[in-house]
């Protein structure tokens, strides 16, 4: 088994190599359709800007990164088949090779530059937020100002206030009468949003830090308290998307769930205005328990919202 | 009296010889780099079956979706101390340990140069551990390994489990602190003639970053954890935001000591992989500069890069445009040293020894985790995958691929050293195996977890996609895992007895330590050998081949070599 000398060895390393490489690229190509899959893949598909975005960049590093595990794999598994101990085999006493080393340093340079190239390009659609589109909520009045938050360039937006607490989000929505937003409507848990409609979000926590995310609509950000937070999405298909708080803030954190309901413009308007009869009523209801309340303990201070 | 004399009178300076300690208390009393070498590993190598344990809770409890088999409260208790265990009690202090037992050898010294300082910083270490793990019988703390605020404020956390945390970090830290400036002055006083630093072996070089980055990365710890302190009982507000403290801060300062930390935690394993590659391929290292300037520039760098923890707070984009680069620019290095131990390799005489067989796992597996840092770096995708799954997948190949599988590459190279004995090749090449298959079975389709929206830290998910499926893959991964180290255990305590017997220089290595008789003797080296290249023992053997010409035994100090 010595080595054949009528081919001069490094040519036939070279050879190899280059088979290596190349078959290392054939199998990437043909895991990509795999890829998709979703074994490989973040979630998206709600047609958001944002996590369309984020979900291509990722695939254009996953395919980078294929190639270079594979190749480096490769080279790595036959250089382990090919240089193992048996006769014959003499080790090559060599120190390194100086233009070899500076050729892999500004290869690996370059990948990354390209790569950081790439991000750049899509930083722009991933961080701030589109108008909205033609068949979204007519937003009039609807948006109020919060300093520091994002706004599509015609600063039109539904902004939607994200509070975080233990273990449960609140979501205050525009559209109360009060101009200090006192009696603006609100869910816990479940956010209904108009198609179409540029969705801005201003995270804050009440509490422990939080992280806001569902996977579909793009990417997590933290609830910290006294730093808001903003972030935005744009949904295109009705549906409900889920998700939960992605940060540790105590022991339910795993049950600190949030769902996305995106509804067509009407149905929005016909929703927020039931939300605001129902927290009416609630609200009326309460006042009545606390007056009876109030009777029944002789504590009339109780009946004194 | 005053006669004037020309030559000086000749003195006899007396000293007294320490006789070497033995029996059961020297142990507590020892002074001896190698004793307290021994305490480290094996003190941490408890730790790390205690942490072992809690990670097959963590996974018994994830093997079924909506899974009741501990509480909530458990969970976050086990995972808490799952983290803090294998990172404060025992990946770093196992590289101390490794440290301690071999830099002294390895740089021809005949101890550490504060051999009092060094025990103690053993001690301090046990008893960090000890208080930790004492918080078991009372209530263990559970607001995971970066002890997060305000959640670790007495409002959410009021249990003394936090405080046991905090004073873990603040023994564990000053018994880093004081062994890393011993380490740094040692290794920069007290090299054996003629060892410059081009002639440094690399294990040093990635021992002396190591020590400047806790030297630089301790002290903020320490200072972060003290005002946690004072804010849980003395009325400071460093970080209560309801009274104008900052939860930023925190996470400011705790990265930019976790981030250092990681750094800590793999380049001695580097190190140890730029040992013993050369050694098994027959071969000197390939590029031995650049892998030294590699180590120091990904320490610098990465004293740059903690806001990549930190990619979803509300932080300036310009911020995280900045830690991006700056993470970028580490995966250069690191590539490089990829590149170089491939080179290594490359036309070898490759010998499949159970340490290169680790280190080749290391090489295989550590690339999985490099790339995959290449996608958090880039702060847009990391957005999706931080805090799930993925990250978690990411981190261990970084850790178990990283430091784990380097850790027993060391063991299983420099055990012969440290008892005289030869681990079995058998059982250590079924632990390899069973360690490697498991790792990638485990931690793999963990990315895939992370990918289908699974955060982290959760102690229970609904059963929705293949998200049980996919945990339950995972935790089979992690008994095989735990097989493959249980059998590395076995094959210790059973070769300790009845392995074969050493001689100095079985693998017939490059670096002093292989010139002392193993185990070595209390006072290393009679003789200093003067150092003439990066590979000492190679000129050695070289020397002892020319003077005996080829006669029947041409190994030093009449070594013999077992097959094992």
Redesign the interface.
Known sequence: MGRPTTTHPGRKVGRRLTLVCGLALVIAMAIAPAAMA??????SGAGSPN?D???S??KI??YV?LV??IG??G??IY??YR????KG?????????TR??IG??LG??LI?IV??AV?FT??DS??NPPNSGPGGLALTGVDYANAGGLRPPDGKSLNILVNGQ?FVWRFTYPGGKQANGLDDPYTYEKMVVPINTTVTLDIVSQ???H?W?I?QL?????A???????TWFKISKPGIYR?????????????MVAEVQAVTPAQFTTWLDGQKKAIAAANTAAAAARVSLGKKTGAASVANP | MAVATATPIPQIAAHSTRREESGWTSWFTTVDHKKIGILYMVTTFVFFILGGVEALLIRLQLGLANNTLVT??TY?QLFTMHGTTMIFLFVVPMMAGLANYFVPLMIGARDMAFPRLNALSYWLFLAGGIILYLSLFFSPP???W?A????SLTS?LPSGGVDAWIYLIHLTGLSSLIGAINLYVTIVHMRAPGMSWSRLPLFVWSILTFAILLIVAIPVIAAAVTMLLTDRHFGSHFYD??TGG???LWQHLFWFFGHPEVYVMILPGFGMVSEILPVF??????????IAAATVLIAFLGLLTWVHHMF???TP?VVLIFA??SS??I??PT??K???W??T????????KTPLLFC?GF??TF??GG??G??LA???????????YFVVAHLHYVLVGGSVFTIFAGIYYWFPKITGRMLSERLGKWSFWLMFVGMQVTFLIQ??LG???M???????ANVGHLQLYNQISTFGSWILSVGVLITVINVVRSLKIGAVAGPDPWKGNTLEWFTPSPPPANNFDVIPRVRSLEPMKDIRREIDRRTAGAAEPDPAGARQVVS
């Open positions: 979703g074994i490989l893949l973040p979630e996590a975005q984020i979900s960049l990722y590093t996953l990164a270079i595990f480096v794999e080279v790595l250089a382990l240089f193992r101990a048996r085999n003499v080790a090559a006493q060599i120190h390194g090779n070899l080393e892999w340093t690996a340079a990354l790569l950081g991000t899509k930083l991933i961080r233990q509490d422990v830090v992280s995310w996977p793009g990417g997590k950000f933290q910290v308290p006294g730093y808001p937070n903003h998700g939960q708080c992605a940060f540790i803030c105590g022991r339910l954190h795993a049950r | 909530p409260e976050n559970e607001g995971g970066i997060t605020v305000p959640l959410y935001p309801t900052s939860p930023m391929a027959r071969k000197p290292i390939f590029g031995y500069k650049a979803a707070t509300p984009v991006m680069i970028f620019l995966a250069v590539g490089v990829m590149f170089n491939i080179g390799l490359w036309q070898g005489s490759i010998e499949f080749v090489l295989a690339l999985i790339i995959t290449v996608f880039i702060f847009p995708v990391d957005w999706q995958l931080n805090d799930t990315h895939s990918l289908d929206g955060p982290r830290r959760v102690y229970e998910y």
